[in-house]
Every structure is written in structure tokens, then in C-alpha cells.
T-cell receptor, first 113, second 111 residues
Framework: EPEVTQTPSHQVTQMGQEVILRCVPI?????FYWYRQILGQKVEFLVS????????KSEIFDDQFSVERPDGSNFTLKIRSTKLEDSAMYFC???????????FGPGTRLTVT | AQSVTQLGSHVSVSEGALVLLRCNYS??????LFWYVQYPNQGLQLLLK??????LVKGINGFEAEFKKSETSFHLTKPSAHMSDAAEYFC?????????FGAGTTVTVRA
């Protein structure tokens, strides 16, 4: 069964450093998403991406964040200058054109020290 | 605007007992509603969804949920809890571009 994959599973970085989180969505899906979950809190929407552009973004997704689909398979989230409060689990999700449900990857745990 | 409220952050049930997790939604358009489960240190797995049609939807692992428009609710139930149901459960509402999640309900199952 096809699934969304994410790498790395855990990333530790120092405050101020850039990080790139990688996702491989399900191959025939065209809608892509990033969510985050700060420890003990609910899952929050960050950004959605379709047809090579951002469809919607939340207030969390400021200028420090960017997304890219650099090739036909990967979908990345970049944080330019990490802050302590960026520590969270980051989930990638994808959705097919004619379906309603989003399929989630296992997440990347980002720890900013 | 859309949002979800899950009543009860923790639910404890005995093995074999009914599991009832409450979810109320707010949506300016007809909602798409979902329940996801998150096992410890894992991602989110879709349990079931409501889009249109039958208001009682069945999902995986014996769970089901009923969409009640008049009550703006989408409560999740399972007739008989199993130890493997211990997890965190999230209700979510969707437009085309994003899911809005509730705060989650942690279920513990007592032997």
C-alpha cells in the first residue's frame, strides 16, 4: 500500500540554523500539506501546496518558512533560521485529486537547542 | 471559518466497555469530517470520514461515527474497547485546503 514517507525521523539543530525537512508524498497525489504538533498540543496546519504554488498558509507560516517541490517526487519544508519554539513534530500529508482524505507521513521530530 | 471542539482530553475505559469520544464542529459550509488516531511515537492514521450520504460511517478497527447536522456533532464510538485502542484520537474538519484539528482525546484502556 502506498504511503507518505518523511526524512529524517529526528533532527536536532542549533538555534539560528537552517533545516530542511523532506517528504515523499504518495505518487499520484497532487495536494501536499505540512502540519506541526508541538509536544502536548494539537496538530496545526502550516501550509498547503497545489500546482506548484501555495494554496493556503497559516499565520505560523511566516517568512522563515518555505516549501518547495524540487522534483517530481519530493516535497520539502525549509526553516531558514530556527527558533526554540520551532521544536515540534512536523507532519507531511498528501491528497489525491478526487478524494477527501489526507494521508500522513510518520513525522519528523525537530529539536532546536 | 471552521473549527472542532473535542470534549474531554482524557477518557479511561475498561476493556470490553463502550468507547465514546465527543466531537462538535463549526463550519460555514457543509463539512467534511474525519477521525484520526495517533499511536505513541507514530503518525496520524485515518479511522473514518464523513463527506456526503449516509450519516453513520464505519471505519477501521470497529469504530464508527455518526454525523448529526442538527447537533453539529460527529461523535466516535466503539462498542467494545480493546487494549490496542489505547491512543490519542483527533477529530478534524476540512475544506479543500486544510484540516483543522481538535485538541485530541487520549484513551486509556484498563484491563
Amino acid at each position: 500500500e502506498p504511503e507518505v514517507t518523511q526524512t529524517p525521523s529526528h533532527q536536532v539543530t542549533q538555534m539560528g540554523q537552517e533545516v530542511i525537512l523532506r517528504c515523499v508524498p504518495i505518487s499520484n497525489h497532487l495536494y501536499f500539506y505540512w502540519y506541526r504538533q508541538i509536544l502536548g498540543q494539537k496538530v496545526e496546519f502550516l501550509v498547503s501546496f497545489y500546482n506548484n504554488e501555495i494554496s493556503e498558509k497559516s499565520e505560523i507560516f511566516d517568512d522563515q518558512f518555505s516549501v518547495e517541490r524540487p522534483d517530481g517526487s519530493n516535497f520539502t519544508l525549509k526553516i531558514r533560521s530556527t527558533k526554540l519554539e520551532d521544536s515540534a513534530m512536523y507532519f507531511c500529508a498528501s491528497k489525491g485529486v478526487f478524494s477527501y482524505e489526507q494521508y500522513f507521513g510518520p513525522g519528523t521530530r525537530l529539536t532546536v537547542t | 471559518a471552521q473549527s472542532v471542539t473535542q470534549l474531554g482530553s482524557h477518557v479511561s475505559v475498561s476493556e470490553g466497555a463502550l468507547v465514546l469520544l465527543r466531537c462538535n464542529y463549526s463550519s460555514s459550509v457543509p463539512p467534511y469530517l474525519f477521525w484520526y488516531v495517533q499511536y505513541p511515537n507514530q503518525g496520524l492514521q485515518l479511522l473514518l470520514k464523513y463527506t456526503t450520504g449516509a450519516t453513520l460511517v464505519k471505519g477501521i478497527n470497529g469504530f464508527e461515527a455518526e454525523f448529526k447536522k442538527s447537533e453539529t456533532s460527529f461523535h466516535l464510538t466503539k462498542p467494545s474497547a480493546h487494549m490496542s485502542d489505547a491512543a490519542e484520537y483527533f477529530c478534524a474538519v476540512s475544506n479543500d485546503y486544510k484540516l483543522s484539528f481538535g485538541a485530541g482525546t487520549t484513551v486509556t484502556v484498563r484491563a
